[in-house]
């Protein structure tokens, strides 16, 4: 297993270069570019020609991707084309914010999908059954900022009730703090909590007409040994592959909701990044969404093991 682990790391490194190339390049097709937002945005009476080559945009792009790489590997990963800030600093300042609700709103699917997954698994073709994968459709079919439009507009319509928005810290105050996070939390992981009533439906189904089931139940076993113990472990494991890629579009959710809430994150920072068309910064974050897809891709990988032993790796 040490072997595979460390030929899946090396393997990150050329995985790595492409990708970074490949947004580099891409983010630079944009229209317009960070002189001409400077001037329209801040009315600067500037050659434009003369401001891009005082930014550094004008050379040719394998230029700037390779004097961008001999700064990373010095680690230099850049600074702001507006202020001068660094993108790394910017960063690791907002990540705290987004990794909480995204990691919260995983949290919140897990915790609703995977029971009412095995319960739709455990008494199917019932109307319990019948209400969940109807249910299950519906809020598979709503996309999240919709839901979060209706979330502050209806309420502020009818009752005059618009949800809390902005930034408090936990240290600041706790309970504002979460009902901060915990309405766009839940509104990114409703979309994964629909998908994963079905897939963890779906695999129970096929797990529990495996032979080893009927054998645990000719032992004896209770219900909840049975269930929880050796059904539930080994259908968790395409459940796991789907929380591996389900991290990416939780930020990517994020981006939504943060601008929706207004909250300071690595999601709100890439749309601003993208409107001023900041090169460094906005590099640096979908280089670090990548990186983070990549490492948690390799984490599920060597979880496979632990959760079922028949797995092996040549």
Do not use: C
């Not at 990963?77 to 995983?106: N, V, Y």
């Not at 996309?143 to 930034?167: D, H, K, M, N, R």
């Not at 992981?189 to 495996?210: D, F, K």
């Amino acid at each position: 297993m040490a072997k595979y682990a460390l030929q899946r790391i090396l393997l990150l490194i050329p995985t790595l270069i492409v990708i970074s190339f490949v947004t580099f390049a891409l983010i630079r097709f944009i229209p317009g570019d960070a002189a001409l937002a400077m001037t329209e945005e801040l009315g600067y009476a500037a050659d434009l020609d003369e401001l891009r080559h005082l930014l550094g945009i004008d050379r040719p792009i394998i230029v700037q991707y390779l004097d961008w790489v001999g700064g990373f590997i010095h680690g230099d990963f850049g600074s702001s084309l507006w202020d001068g800030s660094s993108a790394a600093g910017e960063l690791l300042e907002r990540l705290p914010i987004t990794m909480e609700i995204a990691g919260l709103s995983l949290l919140i699917s897990a915790v609703i999908a995977i029971p009412i997954g095995v319960f739709s698994a455990v008494h199917q073709d019932t109307r319990g059954d019948y209400s969940i994968r109807s249910a299950v459709v519906l809020f598979d079919s709503v996309p999240s900022f919709w839901v979060a439009t209706l979330v502050l507009v209806i309420p502020a319509y009818f009752i005059g009730w618009v949800p809390a928005s902005g930034w408090v810290s936990f240290t600041e105050d706790p309970v504002k703090h979460l009902t901060l996070v915990l309405l766009p939390a839940a509104i990114i992981g409703m979309g994964s909590t629909a998908s994963l009533i079905r897939l963890t439906r779906a695999m129970m189904l096929e797990v529990l007409r495996q032979d080893y089931i009927r054998t645990a139940w000719s032992k004896g076993l209770s219900e909840n040994s049975v269930m929880y113990r050796h059904a539930l472990k080994n259908a968790l494991i395409p459940v796991l592959t789907f929380f591996g890629l389900r991290i990416p579009n939780a930020f990517s959710g994020s981006v939504i909701m943060e601008a929706v809430f207004g909250i300071p994150g690595v999601g709100r920072w890439i749309i601003d990044a993208i409107n001023f068309r900041d090169y460094p910064q906005l590099q640096v974050a979908l280089l670090f969404i990548a990186v983070m897809v990549l490492v948690s891709n390799l984490v599920i990988d060597l979880a496979y093991g632990w959760l079922d032993p028949r797995v092996r790796y040549g």
